[in-house]
Every structure is written in C-alpha cells, then in structure tokens.
C-alpha cells in the first residue's frame, strides 16, 4: 500500500524538482491529504479491469451499488428490505417504529392485515407521526442517525 501511495506522488515530486527549487518539491508533497490512524474507509471505487479485459461486476462497481455488492459477498445485508410489521394497527400510543438513519424515511402501507388496501405513501418524519389516510395505522420514525447531520439540505 505504501508503493502504490509512492507511486502515485512520484510523477508530482519529479515534475515539481526538475524545473524548480527544493522547496517547491517539499511543497508539493505537503499538499497530499494526510493519512488518518486506524482502517482506511472502504472503497467506493472498484479497480476496473486491465487493458483488453472485460471488468466484472466487482471491478466496475461504485458507489452504492458496490457497497450493495461487497455486502452481499460478505453475506450481509446492506439495506433492510424487510417489509414493516403488518400484523397490528399502529396507534398513538404504540406506534410501528420505521428506523432511519435520516430524519425522514417515505413510508408505504398497505394495511393490516397486508394488502388489505391500495398501497398509500407518505413521509415520516423525525419530529412528529404520521397516520395511514386509509387505515389508520400510525408510524413513528426511529431515527439512528447523527443530529444535525442533514445541515447541508435546503
């Protein structure tokens, strides 16, 4: 790891002495991102394939897709697709608790019991519960996620 990390830099360091003075080299290297203690973050960005290779699907994934990919090799699931419990009607005081790791999560009911009406959508949101229009049922979000993690949105 720490040659493929020199090899990266090296073409900057060369670039940079070859016309110039010492400390511009310096300079150069001092604006490198600084490695951090512990694990590196996972990578989002798949290696791809050689030259005249066609990539896998583990080669040319990004993003979530490759988090999706790699947690599947891992046998793990990435994302709960699991569907809410439909066996009870929610109520104020005993709400269906919808986790999140953002303060709000779209939400679909289909009744209970399941399908017992057309599918309804509607947003959950940290600060207050939302109830089904057509059944009634109430849904509070469980929210896991960092507080004022979403300062960004508009």
């Known amino acids: 790891m ?3 990390a020199l090899r990266a830099v090296r073409p900057v360091v060369v670039r940079s002495t ?7 080299a ?5 604006t490198t991102t600084p490695r951090f203690s512990g694990p590196a973050p996972p990578s989002i960005f798949g290696e791809g394939a050689k030259p005249g290779e066609i990539p896998s ?3 040319q994934a990004t993003g979530l897709e490759r988090f999706q990919l790699l947690g599947e090799m891992q046998g793990v699931d990435s994302f709960d697709l699991e569907p809410l419990d439909s066996s009870r009607v929610g109520t104020f005081a005993d709400p269906i608790k ?3 790791l953002d303060t709000s999560r779209i ?7 399941a399908e017992s009406h057309e599918l309804h959508w509607f947003t959950v949101k ?4 939302r109830r089904c229009p057509e059944c009634g049922s109430v849904y509070a979000l469980d929210f896991q996620g ?3 993690h979403d300062a960004h949105h508009h």
């Not at 310096?26 to 001092?30: C, D, G, H, Q």
């Not at 940290?126 to 519960?129: I, S, Y």
Request: aromatic share 8%; hydrophobic share 25%; with cysteine.
């Open 98 to 100: 919808v986790f999140s």
């Open 57 to 59: 699907d583990e080669q």
């Open 126 to 129: 940290k600060e207050k519960n």
């Open 146 to 148: 960092v507080e004022h």
């Open 18 to 24: 070859r016309n110039s003075t010492p400390s511009t």
């Open 2 to 4: 720490f040659n493929a």
């Open 107 to 113: 939400v679909g009911c289909t009744g209970s019991p």
């Open 26 to 30: 310096f300079r150069a290297l001092s």
